[in-house]
C-alpha cells in the first residue's frame, strides 16, 4: 500500500505564503515524479507544478514566480511553497505521485492524496 498525505492548507489574507507538504509513505521501490494539482469549487482538477526524480521542476503559467515545489528524497516528501497568494489560487490542492512499487518494480503507477484546502481571503 502507498500512502500520500498533504499537509499545510489553511486561510490566508491576498497576498500571503503558505508552505503545502506531501509525505509519500509505504510499499515504495522508487519515485519517478511529484505533482501538485488543484481543484477549485466549480472547476476540474488542473496542474500546477511538477518536479521529476532528477530534480526537474516544471510550472503552469498562472503560478509561475510565484509558487515553488521541491522534494526531500530521504523523507519521500514534496514541497510547494506559495507566494504572493490570490484569491483565484483558492482549491484544495492534491499531491500525486507517479512511483514504482516493490511489488511492481516495473510498473509505474500514480497514487493521490485526499487534498488540503487552500483558502485566500481577506
Known amino acids: 500500500q502507498v500512502q500520500l498525505v498533504e499537509s499545510g492548507g489553511g486561510l490566508v489574507q491576498p497576498g500571503g505564503s503558505l508552505r503545502l507538504s506531501c509525505v509519500v509513505s509505504?510499499?515504495?521501490?522508487?519515485?519517478?515524479?511529484m505533482r501538485w494539482y488543484r481543484q477549485a469549487p466549480g472547476k476540474e482538477r488542473e496542474l500546477v507544478a511538477a518536479?521529476?526524480?532528477?530534480?526537474?521542476?516544471d510550472y503552469v503559467d498562472f503560478v509561475k514566480g510565484r509558487f515553488a515545489i521541491s522534494t526531500d528524497n530521504a523523507k519521500n516528501t514534496v514541497y510547494l511553497q506559495m507566494n504572493s497568494l490570490k484569491p483565484e489560487d483558492t482549491a484544495v490542492y492534491y499531491c500525486?505521485?507517479?512511483?514504482?512499487?516493490?511489488?511492481?518494480?516495473?510498473?509505474?503507477?500514480?497514487?493521490w492524496g485526499k487534498g488540503t484546502l487552500v483558502t485566500i481571503s481577506s
Open positions: 518536479i521529476s526524480s532528477g530534480g526537474s521542476t
Open positions: 500525486n505521485s507517479a512511483l514504482m512499487t516493490h511489488t511492481h518494480p516495473w510498473l509505474v503507477m500514480n497514487y
Open positions: 509505504g510499499n515504495i521501490f522508487k519515485i519517478d515524479t
